[in-house]
């Protein structure tokens, strides 16, 4: 992927996410008209941005949201939800288009009708709100438009061509007839419709006209298209759109009824003079006897001038007897035509014999069976050498003979019943003659003869009875199915009766009502789902190596002051120690800022997180059909880049949680005596270094006691717990593996992983959580995190002549408590500090080291009052140092699995301090 | 390639691209009886098959490519 694509894809990922956040911005202030500005001009930047690559799909519906911001900034169409939805739906395929890209490289072909539809139905809701009436002319206008071009008339293409593709129709292939109108300034937007009009598949033939007549050589203007381009194609629709995705509203796609080219074509040579022919030829024909009338024909042509009129209608003549089978009523009309010349009128030709050039057409079976009643003889031309019948083709048999045999129960008139079972009798025949079932032939021509001698519809019943549990019963809604899935043009027997409905694709047919979001493919993704933002264009590794040499800066900086202490102790230049540090100040100050600096570019506001969080609660509240107010605080509040991202699942979770669980239904809240719409706040704000994140809702909290006995259920604490947990412990069982108090298991919440993995994630990163919670009135969640993980600030102790460190978050405290105040529990050291009984404990002893801690002059130990948890308790040292930054750097190795140290640092003097995991030496 | 303009003939040559019909437009204002040979033109621009159109111009060999030729049959009449 190239650097530019890339850069692309990221900067596209960071507009998608800015117009999503306008648009909800804007449900909450649609007259904001800067707001509206800026949307507009997100929308309007990403789809310049997608102009500079091959994305047509992408560039057409931004353009489509483009043209509608722009009305809606214009005052021309007002913002409204419903508009706000196909907008987000529009962005979400975008956003898909991006992922595509992403992996590929490229969009499938298919999402181009998608596309289309999408940015149509935008436009239809610019339209829908403007006025009505005008937007009703246009519809007319233009379907006005294409009922005349409609009427194909290929006359121009010449014979041979014409003769082609009328045998490739009946060989099963379907033919559009292509219009290609480019717009006049295309040349400007670097197209070239001569070449994509040459380059259209399947492509049988191809003409340019001008539009206008051409002006003096002086007066042209080259680079104004006035080409157009019809081509006969025989591609497949799709394969067409693929070809034109640049340009789907300039073309226009007619499928060819296969009449259309048979127009006889040549000079009269005097007018009808050929009466002669035409009665014995229609003679011939009533008789049923082409093989009379081919030689009749035959010779006629040869005695013609092959450039006559008359030839050119008995070339048609003999193709049309060929044609297997041949097409009785069709070969009438063309013969009628030689008596006037005029060319033959196939509007004359019934719908079903037009239908039944098609194969695999399949329209509603009672159809069929009436027309079959008609001619039933004709029935067998539905099926062309089919032998093998294609998934279609069998459902459309099945569907026939199901036909038939509704037809066959019918029992009201017994004047009819006679025809009926005989025009029964010859479908069911006909079709088993075209699928080549010998032996079905066989039996159904017992059945019909008995049926016809008893004149009762009994026998016939009979046996599409027995054949019909053989095969499974067709329902009628897999036929509908099917005869959705054809091509177009094939689709409905009246349409096709009359003349094909041309393929028409301009926005302006597409009316509103086509396009209603329910029939359209929805796009929308579950807002967590997408890929978190890549906002940071530097690589993290660039940045962590350079955290890690202003790390060593940092660490050999430090060895100045001993540099300097050594010059004046024990070299005596005393001038010499006060200047290295004075430069020593300097390269620290220097350091300092430069360690500053690199935790800056680290640092990303939490708003990375909270983007998501309004899209998230307005899909989810939507959902559960609860009316929630979002309101976040201190995005802006900033954390190390790790922390920030480490938070965004378990914010999720929580998030979802109060959505769920926390906030009521509207009505339960009314009754509540509460609002109806319930308030979700996040606040994120800095204290220290930590960040904290408060979660708070005002719903109906959590019950202690329900929590406490779904613990015990599920064996989370034992019954000596149970009873003398505290309410506030027992809202934090919450947060144990496999606890869940939903009974069902729903998509957003109930699986029993949700909080403990928040609890983990959190505490991966060293962070804190906590959860109070009132029933009736609400629950709020509090997470603290570091601000960074790179820097760790330890206090550093001594025992038994070893240096430690230890890191501050946990230090509450440092005290020197006299020896006196110790109080022995058994084995167990406490005092009673502030009031309270805390815990004490020695570092010798924890570490396994066999000396006694130290007590100083005045009898007194060196204790240092740390927190772990929510506990706190004493370390008995032998003495305190400074407390300093440090970069820890976890252990590898051997080392890696000592739990007593979290990991090591250097100091100044290049010495190794080691990090005392608290936890994991207690 | 391009247009190669000889004399009072223009010589079309593999594929002319739409800055040539400019070019080409005022080339033909000034040979009124100037005459096209297309035999080595694989495709032409439309811009310049604007300008053929217009101008009239007679077609001295016609492109050996079988399927541009087709094309242009269409609409250039054959001189």
């Known amino acids: ?922 | 390639m391009a247009i190669e303009y000889k004399k009072n003939q223009a010589l079309f040559v593999d594929v002319i691209s739409v800055d040539e019909a400019e070019t080409f437009l005022d080339w033909l204002q000034n040979k009124p009886n100037a005459k096209i040979d297309l035999s080595r033109c694989n495709h032409l621009h439309p811009a310049n098959l604007q300008v053929l159109l217009a101008s009239k111009v007679a077609i001295a060999a016609w492109p050996k490519d079988a399927n541009l030729k087709a094309w242009l049959e269409t609409v250039l009449q054959p001189a």
């Open chain 1, 1 to 922: 992927m190239n650097p530019l694509l890339e850069q692309f894809l990221s900067e596209s990922r960071e507009f998608l996410q800015g117009i999503a956040e306008k648009l909800m911005q804007l449900e909450d202030t649609p007259d904001d008209s800067h707001l509206l500005v800026e949307l507009f001009r997100l929308v309007h930047t990403l789809k310049g941005n997608s102009g500079l690559f091959e994305f047509p799909e992408m560039t057409r519906v931004l353009h489509a949201g483009e043209d509608l911001m722009d009305a809606v900034r214009d005052g021309r169409v007002a913002f409204s939800q419903q508009l706000a939805d196909q907008l987000l739906d529009a962005m979400d395929f975008v956003s898909a288009l991006c992922d595509q890209i992403e992996d590929g490289g490229k969009i499938e072909a298919e999402l181009t009708v998608d596309s289309y539809r999408l940015s149509e139905s935008l436009r239809a809701l610019m339209a829908s709100q403007q006025k009505q009436a005008e937007v009703n002319d246009q519809i007319e206008k233009v379907t006005q438009v294409s009922a005349e071009a409609v009427k194909l008339d290929l006359s121009k293409l010449p014979e041979p061509v014409r003769i082609e593709a009328y045998k490739r129709t009946m060989a099963g292939e379907s033919f559009y007839w292509l219009i290609y109108t480019p717009i006049e300034t295309c040349f400007f937007q670097g197209e070239d419709p001569f070449f994509t009009a040459r380059q259209t598949p399947e492509t049988l033939w191809g003409q340019i006209t001008a539009r206008e007549s051409w002006p003096k050589l002086s007066d042209l203007d080259a680079y104004r298209c006035v080409l157009d381009y019809e081509i006969l194609t025989s591609a497949s629709h799709v394969e067409l759109l693929e070809q034109y995705r640049y340009v789907p509203d300039q073309i226009q796609l007619i499928p060819v009824d296969p009449w259309s080219f048979v127009i006889p074509q040549g000079d009269p040579n005097g007018g009808a003079v050929y009466e002669d022919f035409v009665v014995d030829a229609l003679q011939y024909l009533d008789a049923g006897d082409l093989d009379s009338l081919r030689p009749v024909a035959e010779s006629m042509l040869q005695l013609s001038n092959p450039d006559l009129w008359l030839s050119s209608a008995l070339r048609w003549l003999l193709l049309l007897i060929d044609t297997v089978p041949p097409n009785h009523q069709a070969i009438t009309i063309l013969i009628e035509s030689l008596r006037s010349l005029n060319a033959p009128d196939w509007s004359l030709l019934t719908a079903n014999s037009t239908e039944y050039k098609q194969p695999s057409t399949v329209s509603s079976a009672p159809v069929i069976a009436e027309q079959s009643i008609a001619e039933p003889e004709q029935i067998n031309t539905t099926f062309i050498d089919s032998k093998e019948l294609s998934e279609e083709d069998a459902l459309a048999l099945e569907t026939i003979f199901a036909a038939q045999l509704q037809i066959l129960q019918i029992d009201d008139q017994a004047s009819w019943q006679f025809g009926r079972v005989k025009a029964a009798a010859s479908v069911l025949l006909n079709c088993c003659k075209a699928i080549g079932d010998e032996t079905a032939i066989a039996s159904i021509e017992v059945a019909i003869e008995e049926s016809l001698s008893s004149e009762s519809s009994a026998p016939l019943l009979a046996w599409l009875n027995a054949r019909q549990q053989k095969t499974s019963p067709v329902k009628p809604s897999e036929s509908n199915a099917v005869s959705a899935e054809l091509p177009l043009g094939l689709v409905s027997l009246e349409e096709q009766a009359t003349t094909p409905e041309p393929e028409q694709i301009t926005p302006e047919i597409i009316s509103p009502e086509l396009v209603s979001t329910e029939e359209l493919p929805k796009f929308s993704r579950r807002p967590d789902d997408i890929a978190s933002a890549k906002s940071l264009k530097v690589d993290q590794s660039k940045i962590d190596r350079l955290m890690n040499l202003i790390g060593e800066i940092v660490v050999s900086k430090n060895a100045l002051p001993y540099l300097a202490q050594r010059a004046e102790e024990q070299f005596g230049v005393r001038e010499l120690s006060r200047e290295i540090k004075a430069q020593y100040a300097v390269i620290n100050r220097i350091a300092e800022e430069m360690q500053d600096a690199i935790m800056q570019v680290r640092m990303m506001p939490v708003s990375f997180v909270f983007q998501r969080f309004p899209r998230l609660v307005r899909d989810i509240s939507r959902k559960l059909g609860k009316e929630v107010h979002l309101v976040l605080e201190g995005e802006e509040t900033e954390a190390d880049k790790n922390i920030i991202e480490s938070l965004a699942d378990p914010l999720i979770h929580i998030v979802r949680n109060s959505l769920d669980h926390g906030l009521e239904l509207p009505e339960v809240r009314r009754a509540a005596g509460k609002s109806a719409t319930g308030t979700l706040t996040i606040k994120a704000n800095q204290e220290g270094d930590q960040v904290i994140i408060e979660i708070n809702d005002d719903g109906k909290g959590i019950d202690p006691e329900i929590i406490k006995h779904k613990a015990y259920e599920k064996n989370i604490i034992d019954e000596a717990t149970l009873e003398r947990i505290t309410d506030r412990e027992a809202v934090n069982l919450i947060f144990a593996a496999g606890f869940s108090t939903a009974e069902v298991v729903s998509d957003l919440s109930g699986r029993g992983v949700g909080m403990d993995v928040v609890r983990t994630a959190v505490e991966k990163v060293n962070g804190t959580i906590q959860l109070e919670s009132e029933v009736g009135l609400g629950t709020k969640i509090r997470i603290s995190l570091p601000l960074s993980m790179a820097v760790t600030k330890v206090m550093i102790i001594e025992s038994d002549n070893q240096v430690f460190g230890l890191p501050m978050d946990h230090v509450v405290e440092i005290v020197r408590i006299p020896v006196s105040e110790l109080i022995s529990i058994k084995q167990s050291k406490t005092t009673v500090f502030r009031g309270k009984i805390v815990a004490l404990k020695t570092l010798n002893s924890l570490l396994g080291l066999p000396t006694e801690p130290l007590v100083n002059s005045d009898n007194e130990v060196a204790v240092l009052i740390a927190r772990i948890g929510n506990e706190v308790m004493g370390l008995i040292v032998d003495d305190f140092h400074e407390t300093i930054d440090v970069i820890q750097k976890p252990l590898t190795g051997v080392l890696a699995g000592l739990g007593a140290y979290s990991g090591s640092a250097l100091m100044g003097d290049g010495s190794v301090l080691m990090i005392l995991n608290v936890r994991g030496i207690l």
